[in-house]
T-cell receptor, first 114, second 113 residues
Framework: AQSVTQLGSHVSVSEGALVLLRCNYSSSVPPYLFWYVQYPNQGLQLLLKYTSAATLVKGINGFEAEFKKSETSFHLTKPSAHMSDAAEYFCAVSRLRSGYALNFGKGTSLLVTP | NAGVTQTPKFQVLKTGQSMTLQCAQDMNHNSMYWYRQDPGMGLRLIYY???????DKGEVPNGYNVSRLNKREFSLRLESAAPSQTSVYFCASSDYRDGNTIYFGEGSWLTVV
């Protein structure tokens, strides 16, 4: 079964510092992987997705993620954190069945301090 | 663009009451989903509909029923609400023509007392 594990339920960074949110996946076949962001009291918004076209995926708001098959990882990074990046981030993998529903990680809450 | 619209946004129910969460999408997507979100649990799939006329169980279907009324609408029904169903519910949709990206509604906050 396809699954993802997010390492660290809470991450705190200073404004201007590197953001690194970790995600490892488990899949028997090449996966489709996603990162979503959720701001307080809102729905989930797609940041980026990997569909095997390129291992380095660029998303919105300056985020990017690199697919590393050898490490089964899909970590999310941003070179310089902004206060507005404070949110909950979810990594997800597409199911093989279930109408392409997603299996989500438990989420990482990003705190950005001045 | 409306995207995925859910109603109601907030609801308080008493144990044993029933209610239906409504969802509609205007993107002509084939697939629709209902998820629930609980603290520290991420999002868990309740039911999905891969296409109009079909519905299937996800990870946590117990206590829920769904109806794919037409291509646009996918409702979630709680027949006899329980406190364990206190959660935030998200409807979502996707389509292979859109790279199977899933688009979410704004969520429905349900409290069962």
């Amino acid at each position: 079964a396809q699954s993802v594990t997010q390492l660290g339920s809470h991450v705190s960074v200073s404004e201007g510092a590197l953001v690194l949110l970790r995600c490892n996946y488990s899949s028997s076949v090449p996966p489709y992987l996603f990162w979503y962001v959720q701001y307080p009291n809102q729905g989930l918004q797609l940041l980026l997705k990997y569909t095997s076209a390129a291992t380095l995926v660029k998303g919105i708001n300056g985020f990017e993620a690199e697919f590393k098959k050898s490490e089964t990882s899909f970590h999310l990074t941003k070179p310089s954190a902004h206060m507005s990046d404070a949110a909950e981030y979810f990594c997800a993998v597409s199911r093989l069945r279930s109408g392409y529903a997603l299996n989500f990680g438990k989420g990482t809450s990003l705190l950005v301090t001045p | 663009n409306a995207g995925v619209t859910q109603t109601p946004k907030f609801q308080v129910l008493k144990t044993g009451q029933s209610m239906t969460l409504q969802c509609a999408q205007d993107m002509n997507h084939n697939s629709m989903y209902w998820y629930r979100q609980d603290p520290g649990m991420g999002l868990r799939l309740i039911y999905y509909s891969a296409s109009e006329g079909t519905t299937d169980k996800g990870e946590v279907p117990n206590g829920y029923n769904v109806s794919r009324l037409n291509k646009r609408e996918f409702s979630l029904r709680l027949e006899s609400a329980a406190p364990s169903q206190t959660s935030v519910y998200f409807c979502a949709s996707s389509d292979y023509r859109d790279g199977n990206t899933i688009y979410f509604g704004e969520g429905s906050w349900l409290t069962v007392v």
